[in-house]
């Protein structure tokens, strides 16, 4: 069974600080990719990753897929409380249509 | 641009009882799909269909049924409502499997007593 853990699973912090959230798996994605969803609304796509080592940059936010596709991290320089949600990672295969989402980081980001 | 229309967006039962969530998409996708959200269980599929006429069973199947007559239509029926299945489901469409980039509705949230 393919799993993603992501960590921390909550955050709280302070406006203008930076952070990393991980999503990490012992299984091989084709490709990663990034949510954020706000309260009562859907997830919506930030980035999707497909390259090992490919780095993406969204404004203040970084994204890295592992050079293996194992994991991934998302990097939030001078964090702002607009940023505050709550991230998902998921990764998918390209041999089937279902992708494997982690459980999600709750960011809080005071002001 | 509608993209993706979940109606309704909430919605309480009793044991028992059965209703259908509806799930409209106007971007001409293949690909469908239904979610329950859970606190710390991130989401998980309950089916999915990658056309019209084809549906298949995701990781939680149990108690739900789908239909996909239309592209654009994929309509979530709970055939007797338990309240294990009070969530927040969400339904999701693609234009390719491949990548499976999804774009979301805004969800229902269920309450069965």
């Known amino acids: 069974t393919q799993l993603l853990e992501q960590s921390p699973q909550f955050l709280s912090i302070q406006e203008g600080e930076n952070l990393t959230v991980y999503c990490n798996s012992s299984?091989?994605?084709?490709?990663l990719q990034w949510y954020r969803q706000e309260p009562g609304e859907g997830p919506v796509l930030l980035v999707t990753?497909?390259?090992g080592g490919e780095v993406k940059k969204l404004k203040r936010l970084t994204f890295q897929f592992g050079d293996a596709r194992k994991d991934s991290s998302l990097h939030i320089t001078a964090a702002q409380p607009g940023d505050t949600g709550l991230y998902l990672c998921?990764?998918?295969?390209?041999?089937?249509?279902?992708?494997?989402w982690g459980a999600g980081t709750k960011l809080i980001i005071k002001p | 641009n509608a993209g993706v229309t979940q109606t309704p967006k909430f919605q309480v039962l009793k044991t028992g009882q059965s209703m259908t969530l509806q799930c409209a998409q106007d971007?001409?996708?293949?690909?469908m799909s239904w979610y329950r959200q859970d606190p710390g269980m991130g989401l998980r599929l309950i089916h999915y269909?990658?056309?019209?006429?084809?549906?298949d069973q995701g990781e939680v199947p149990n108690g739900y049924n789908v239909s996909r007559s239309t592209t654009e239509d994929f309509p979530l029926r709970l055939l007797s409502a338990a309240p294990s299945q009070t969530s927040v489901y969400f339904c999701?469409?693609?234009?390719?499997?491949?990548?499976?980039?999804?774009?979301f509705g805004a969800g229902t949230r269920l309450s069965v007593l």
């Open positions: 269909s990658v056309g019209a006429g084809i549906t």
């Open positions: 999701a469409s693609s234009y390719s499997p491949i990548r499976n980039i999804q774009y």
């Open positions: 971007m001409n996708h293949e690909y």
């Open positions: 299984s091989v994605f084709s490709s």
């Open positions: 998921a990764g998918g295969s390209a041999s089937n249509y279902q992708l494997i």
């Open positions: 990753v497909v390259t």
